[in-house]
């Protein structure tokens, strides 16, 4: 079975510096992941996803990807941080033929002036 | 397109109440999910449906059922409520390997 780790809970950063989320899974094949953003009292909403191909991975709101192979690892990154985007952020995975997603517990950003 | 409904938005049970949550999606899309989401905790499934007529356990199905009843709806029905489940239930659809799109989410209490 597949399982992800968010090993940052909440991070705070400053608006207009540059962000890194981390994601680390654990599957014995090349799984698929995705990053899903949380705003407030919302559902959970797409950034962008990995099923193969280029490892780098562009999303929605100017976020990127890297799939990292001999890390285990997907982390999200954004250059320059918004106000806007405080937000809980998830990674997930999933694997086989039919998917069956496994989220992580998530990570919280906040932004600060 | 709606996309992903669930109703209600809110609830509030007694202990041993039943209830059910009703979920709709739009997008002729042949998966659905029930997760719930507890603080520190991410999302956890309850259950999932591949396909119309079908549906299985997910991680958390204890003191959970479901129902398919076509291919636009997928409920999940708590026969006799405790406290432990006061969660944001959140219902989901996809096409097998793509991505999953969520409703709003219900928010339950139970007391």
């Known amino acids: 079975a597949q399982s992800v780790t968010q090993p940052d809970i909440h991070i705070t950063v400053s608006e207009g510096a540059s962000l890194e989320l981390r994601c680390n899974y654990s599957?014995?094949?090349?799984?698929?992941l995705f990053w899903y953003v949380q705003s407030p009292g919302q559902g959970l909403q797409l950034l962008l996803k990995?099923?193969?191909?280029?490892?780098l991975v562009q999303g929605i709101k100017g976020f990127e990807a890297e799939f990292k192979r001999s890390q285990s690892s997907f982390n999200l990154r954004k250059p320059s941080v918004h106000w806007s985007d405080a937000a809980e952020y998830f990674c997930a995975v999933g694997a086989g033929g039919y998917q069956k997603v496994t989220f992580g517990t998530g990570t919280k950003l906040q932004v600060i002036p | 397109n709606a996309g992903v409904t669930q109703t209600p938005k809110f609830q509030v049970l007694k202990t041993g109440q039943s209830m059910t949550l009703q979920c709709a999606q739009d997008?002729?899309?042949?998966?659905m999910y029930w997760y719930r989401q507890d603080p520190g905790m991410g999302l956890r499934l309850i259950y999932y449906s591949a396909s119309e007529g079908t549906t299985d356990k997910g991680e958390v199905p204890n003191g959970y059922n479901v129902s398919r009843l076509n291919k636009r709806e997928f409920s999940l029905r708590l026969e006799s409520a405790a406290p432990s489940q006061t969660s944001v239930y959140f219902c989901?659809?996809?096409?097998?390997?793509?991505?999953?799109?969520f409703g709003p989410g219900t928010r339950l209490t139970v007391l």
């Open positions: 599957y014995g094949a090349t799984p698929y």
């Open positions: 990995y099923f193969s191909g280029d490892t």
């Open positions: 997008m002729n899309h042949n998966s």
């Open positions: 989901a659809s996809s096409v097998e390997r793509g991505e999953q799109f």
